[in-house]
């Protein structure tokens, strides 16, 4: 059986132009795919002629437009593509810039050398210059296979757990995030895999290929950030996403440690169609939520008010209360808030005493704990929210990978237990008062 193939294209400002150059190389494939476009803060929309072309060939398009830009070179967006895939079943995520393109083998060839005991599969790319459209040589660390260019790689489930590198790729280190995932994936037990065959059509700026070319480095080129050679701290960073691990030279790097967040708590509604505490439709019209800061939902129910002007991150129907979950978690990172406190579909009509209530028990908190927020009604004690601290990458991460698409509150407390316990973090429980 053929493995379910997605690729997934993170996107800022590109142009039409080069969005439908990209759009059409992936809608080329041979190989049936699901292309997720992640768009970093900026919506997005495509024509209904786009999706008709993707699915006159044999395949997908999910486009996922997050309300908060992530400012972290693109690592964030495209690791919840890679998520948001393997969720709805892919067993191969490849990766493709918004401004680069695929020739139309390119899934043929990953799929023709994988491996049951593949951890990902690196393809080749031929490399041009953007102004001049002169092909360039290879970088000496990209033919060793010590740099695989995230344009070049494919990820099987078995490294799925790698992607928290990216979640939490911190906007202090700058670019540099696909030179660590090398780093780490060279250093991980698995093998990988090469295609042999340049699949990647690579359009470059960067000085380091003017200088492969022999060719002076125009003032229009752009300037590494790459930070990470002298901003990676691998010690904070580790702490956050769970032990890698990673070629020895990352580790001594004396850079500076990443600093906590600091701000008040992120609040957040998870308003869902799969998975709600009850099995009652969602009310057509939910009352005003005024103390949400970011609305996750799905496209199969109302979203809050445009009026309040609410973040809302609409995700593919059924997606699942884990995933949900896991994203606002990051999402509270980036956003530089200590606590994430989700609030479940039940706590629609919570009073504006809950919420101070809620804020001062976890503002108060000295250390890190997974808080599940109960109250009490005439049917006894009922879910209301969960708070977590947001660094716990390990945690967020994982819960992610334990997506259960038709899953409940309670599915959702159990992941929780167990997780909490395999990470030795402690759960306590807390009941809201009612005024």
Known sequence: MTPTFAIVT????????????????????????????????????????????????????????????????????????????????????????????????????????????????????????????EETPTEAAENSGAHIDTNCLTLTRRS??????????????????????????????????????????????????????????????????????THFHGPSFFAITGQL?????????????????????????????????????????????????????DNSVNAAPKSLNTPVLHLPAGTGCFLALALAGVTAYHENRRWLVAYMASGLDRLQSQDAAVRQRVESATSAYVLLLMRRTAAGSQLLAIAAPSDRGDLWSLLAQRCTLNANAQDLVNALQDLCAQLTLPMRHWEVPNS
């Open 10 to 133: 993170p996107c800022f400002r590109e142009d039409d132009e080069t969005l439908t150059r990209m759009i059409q190389s992936v809608v080329a494939q041979a190989t049936p795919c699901h292309h997720i476009v992640v768009s970093d803060g900026i919506e997005r929309q495509f024509p209904s002629s786009c999706y008709a072309a993707y699915s006159q060939r044999g395949h997908t398009l999910t486009v996922l437009n997050l309300p908060l830009r992530m400012r972290n070179s693109g690592a964030g967006p495209r690791a919840i593509g890679a998520l948001l895939a393997f969720a709805q079943g892919a067993e191969l995520v490849s990766f493709l810039d918004a401004d680069n393109a695929l020739l139309p083998q390119h899934t043929t060839a990953v799929l023709k050398c994988l491996r049951p005991q593949s951890l990902a599969v690196k393809t080749l790319r031929r490399v041009f210059l953007k102004d001049t459209g």
């Open 160 to 229: 799925q757990r790698l992607l928290v590198v990216w979640l939490y790729w911190p906007v202090s280190f700058g670019t540099g995030e696909d030179r660590i995932l090398s780093a780490i994936l060279n250093a991980t037990d698995g093998t990988i895999q090469t295609t042999g065959e340049p699949t990647v059509l690579y359009w470059s700026e960067w000085p380091i290929h003017y200088q492969l070319a022999g060719k002076a480095v125009p003032t229009t080129a752009k300037r590494p950030t790459r930070r990470a050679r």
């Open 245 to 297: 691990p990673i070629a020895e030279q990352w580790l001594r790097i004396p850079a500076e440690p990443i600093a906590a967040p600091q701000r008040d708590p992120l609040i957040c509604q998870l308003l869902l169609s799969e998975g709600r505490s009850n099995a009652s439709a969602p009310p057509h019209n939910p009352p005003p939520l005024n103390y949400v800061e970011l609305l996750i939902t």
